[in-house]
C-alpha cells in the first residue's frame, strides 16, 4: 500500500532554473525583413518593404561640432545650408566649408528658419520673436508675437507670414512691416508644425489634441483631421493636394530649463503614424513607424522608376524612411545620432537631413551611390557563444558583396570590441563573445541581398550547486490528506511509499516520536542553476565521515529534493554528494558537470534507553526517579504518564532536555489509592522514542 507524506520541517527555498530546451544547439540569425534592419544603420544601401538590401542614394554627413540639437533647417539662394539650434546660434554649410558657426542671435532656440530672398527669417524661444538675417549675417528683430514659442514660419505672399506658436496654440498672421495678428487660436497648447497651402493659407499640427487646421487666404478656418495620437509633429504637401502628417501618441519634445529638448527615451507603448489625407475625402494610414517619434516630413516627387511618396525623418533610432502607398517603405538611412530633426529638399532633388544628439547635417542623391554599407543591430547571443558560417543569399548584379564580422561582450560596442574582419571560407573569424556584429558592403552593379545569416553557438559552461542542505532529523512527517499547493514534491521510495513534502519555511514544532513508518526518512534540497538553461540531471552519492568509499543512492533525478530511507544504515556521521549533470541539453561528449557537498549529519535511528527507573507509592501521590540515555543524540524530550492517562511533560534534573543522558526525579500528586501502572518516555533529536512502564501500589493515607 502505498502512503502519502508530508515533510513539515523547515526546507531552503530553492529556486530552479528554468531549462531553455537545446540551448547549445547551433542556431541562425537571419535578417531578411524590414523589421530585422529597423535598428540597423544604413548609408547608400535601402532596405526594400520585401526585406531587399539594394544600393539606394549617395548619402554623406558632416559633423555640426557647435550644435547638439539642431531644430530647423532652410536652403539659401546660393545653395548653402543655415541650421538653426541652442544658444540662439545658426550655422550654415557650404560644399566647400562644412558646417561653420555663422550667426548668434539674442534669443534661447532658434526652432524655425524660412528663407527669405537671399536671408531667411528665424522663429526662437523662449520669448517668441522673429529675426530677420541678410544674406552677410546682419541681423534684425522682425517681430514679437507675444508668445513663449514660435515653431513654424512660412510665406503667404505679398511680404506676408504665417507662424504657428505656442504654449497657447495660436496661428499669426505677420504683415511685411512687423505688425502680428491672431487668425486662430486653438485650443492645442503649441501648434507645432506648419505648411503653406499654396493659396495664401496655411495647415498647422497641435502637439495635445492632434488636430490638423486649416487657415485660407481670407482667414477662414477649419479643422481637416482629428488624429487618434495627441500630437501632430509634423506636415507635408502631397500629390494632388493631399497632405501627410506625422501623428505621435506621446510628445517628442520636452521642456528643461527653458529650453526645449528632443525626448530621448519614449514611453512604453508610444507610436508614431503618418497619415495620408484627401480633404474631405479620407484619411488614410500609410505606416506605423517602427520607432517612437517622427520629427519631420518631406514629399519626394515621382522619378522614374519610383514612385511619388515622403520621407520620414525618425527618433529616438534616427533613420529616413520613404513611404509610397500604404504598407511600402523603404529605409534610406539609418544613423547613430539621436533623431533626425529637420528636413528640407533643393531644387536639384537632394535631400537634406539634420540629426540631434550629436548635431550633423546630411545630404541623401540625389545621385544613386556607388557604394552602400548597412550595419547590422547587435546580436545578443545571451552567454559566450562562437561564431561560424557568415552568408548572405541573392545576387551581387555585377557587383560586388563584402561582408565583416566583429565581436565584444559591451552592448552598445565600446574599445573593447575586436576590429572588423572579413570572412574567411565563408566564416567568422572574430572569437567568442555574447555580441556580435556584421557589417555588408555593396559595391558597384545592381546587387540585391535577399537575407544575411549567422551560425552561432553558445559555449557550453558547466552546471552550478549553490547549496545542498540535508534537513535535520526527525523533522515531522504525518500521513493522510495534504493541504493542495502549487508544485508539490512528490517522490515513490523503494519500498513503494510515495514521499510528498513541503517546502514552505513554515515554523518548526516542538519534536515528538516519529510513527514507525516515518523513522528513518532524511530529506535534502539543493540549489543547482546552469548558465546556458540546459536542463540537469543529478546524481546523489553518500558517504561515512570515517572515510569509507562514496555510495550511489540514486542516479538521474531530475528534481532538487529527495528523500531516502535510512534504516539499514549504521548510525553516525555522513555527508552526502551532488553531482550536477548537463548532459540531457548537449550533444555526447560535451556535456560539464559540476559537485555540491553537504555540511556533515547524523543518522540516528536507535532509540534511546531508559536505564534506571525507580517507583514508588505514597499516601496520595508516586515517587519516580530514573534515567534516559542516547547513543548518538541528545534526549530533547521526557514524558510520564500515569494508566493510561495523557502524556505530560517531565522535567529532568537541571531543567532542561538538553543531554543525551537526563535524569530526572518527580512527585506525582493527587493519585487515589491502588494499584496503578507508570510509564516514562524517553525521545531523541531524531524522533526516536523508547517507553520503560512499572507497576506501583499506592497505600490509602493514615
Known sequence: MKRRLQWLGWLCACALAVPVAEATETQLWISDSPADYAKAETRGAVVGPDGVIRLGPSAASSNAESLTVIWSIAILRDGSVALGGDGGRIDRWT??????????????????????????????????????????????RFASTGQR????????GKGQWLAATGTQGRLMRIASGGKVTTVLDTDESNLVSLIADGKGGGYAGGDSRG????????????????????????????????????????????????RVQPVKSAISGSRAVVYQIVRDTSATQLWTSPHPFVFALAAVPATGDREAG???????????????????????????????????????????????????????????????????????????????????????????????????????????????????????????????????????????????????????LPP??????????????????LTPRTEPVTQSLPGGQRVEYSTSSSQQKSLRELPNWARGLRTLQWKASDPNGDDLSYQIDLRSESGEEWTTLEKDVTSTSFTWDTNSLPDGRYRLRIRASDAPGNPVGEARMAEGFSEPF???????????LEVSGKPGAIAVEG??????????????????????????EGGLADSRALTFRVQLPDVTAGEHSVAVRAVDLAGNSTTRAARVKVPRGR
Do not use: C
Not at 96 to 103: D, E, F, I
Not at 385 to 391: C, D, I, M, P, T
Not at 437 to 450: E, I, M, S, Y
Not at 602 to 612: E, H, K, Q, R, Y
Open 310 to 460: 515622403v520621407v520620414a525623418a525618425t527618433g529616438n533610432r534616427a533613420g529616413l524612411f520613404m513611404l509610397s502607398r500604404p504598407g511600402h517603405s523603404t529605409q534610406w538611412l539609418g544613423i547613430p545620432q539621436g533623431q533626425v530633426t529637420a528636413l528640407a529638399r533643393d531644387a536639384r532633388g537632394r535631400l537634406y537631413a539634420a540629426t540631434s544628439n550629436p548635431g550633423a547635417l546630411w545630404r541623401v542623391g540625389p545621385n544613386p551611390g556607388e557604394r552602400g554599407e548597412i550595419l547590422s543591430a547587435v546580436h545578443d547571443a545571451r552567454r559566450f557563444a562562437r561564431f561560424g558560417r557568415v552568408s548572405w543569399r541573392g545576387n551581387d548584379g555585377g557587383g560586388r558583396v563584402e561582408i565583416e564580422t566583429r565581436s565584444g561582450n559591451t552592448d552598445p560596442p565600446d574599445t573593447t570590441w575586436t576590429s572588423w574582419a572579413a570572412t574567411r571560407d565563408g566564416r567568422s573569424v572574430s572569437p567568442a563573445a555574447r555580441y556580435l556584429q556584421w557589417k555588408l558592403a555593396l559595391r558597384g552593379g545592381n546587387p540585391a541581398v535577399d537575407a544575411v545569416e549567422v551560425a552561432w553557438r553558445e559555449q557550453n
Open 95 to 140: 560644399e566647400s566649408g562644412g558646417v561653420r558657426p555663422w550667426v548668434k542671435l539674442g534669443a534661447g532656440q532658434v526652432l524655425t528658419l524660412a528663407a527669405d530672398g537671399d536671408g531667411l527669417l528665424a522663429g526662437t524661444g523662449p520669448l517668441g520673436v522673429v529675426y530677420r538675417i541678410s544674406a552677410s549675417g546682419d541681423t534684425s
Open 602 to 612: 547524523t543518522i540516528d535511528n536507535t532509540a534511546p534507553g531508559v536505564g534506571a
Open 149 to 156: 514659442y514660435v515653431w513654424g514660419l512660412v510665406p503667404t
Open 211 to 258: 488636430r490638423i487646421f486649416h487657415v485660407d487666404g481670407d482667414g477662414r478656418a477649419s479643422t481637416v483631421f482629428d488624429a487618434a495620437e495627441d500630437e501632430i509633429r509634423a506636415l507635408a504637401s502631397g500629390p494632388g493636394g493631399s497632405l501627410y502628417a506625422a501623428g505621435l501618441s506621446a510628445s517628442a519634445t520636452k521642456e528643461d530649463d527653458e
Open 627 to 652: 534515567r534516559a540515555e542516547d547513543g548518538q543524540s541528545i534526549l530533547t524530550r521526557l514524558e510520564i504518564a500515569v494508566d493510561d492517562g495523557e502524556w505530560r511533560i517531565l522535567s529532568p
Open 464 to 481: 552550478r550547486i549553490e547549496e545542498v542542505v540535508v534537513a535535520p532529523q526527525g523533522i515531522g512527517f504525518r500521513e493522510g490528506d
